[in-house]
């Protein structure tokens, strides 16, 4: 990032970095996941969370083929993975997390996160998030769940990731 940032007068983010700072926003710790991949790409994103310090309590895969068929999974699909499977009590989730950056959940996040009773954090929402916060815009923004409405300032973190 250091050398990207070289480049420009305004400080960038990896999801890591941005995905970090929303979880810690809420104080999350145990998380589930959903993904657009099979189960190899569910463990690596499994094991990037844990090695940022959280808690993996479940993960769904849609196993998708391709990018294509990734942006094509429906939004009810997505919802009943999350409503079903992943908020379920029995995993005691702090936030939702969904991964893939071609899978997105913005239409439906300000219709789900009140059903779920916790965050759901898009990844494109948290680097959008990270991305105005890191470079001074601190509004609230509407459409993108509780993170644009309500987390007003994300922190650099970059000292704490390595």
Known sequence: MASTESYCPLSGSTEHEAVKSALDSFGAMRIGLPTP????????????FEDLGFEVGSSVGFSCANVQHIAH?????????IT????RADNQLDAIVQCGTNMSLNPALERLEPAVGSPIIGVNVAILWYALRGNGFHA???GG?????????AGLLRESLT
């Open 140 to 142: 609230s923004l509407k």
């Open 73 to 81: 999974i429906p939004d009810w699909a997505k919802e009943k993975a």
């Open 145 to 153: 769940g509780r993170l644009l409405r309500e987390c007003r300032c």
């Open 84 to 87: 079903e499977l992943l908020a």
């Open 37 to 48: 991949w099979e189960q190899i790409g569910n463990a690596s994103a499994t094991r990037m």
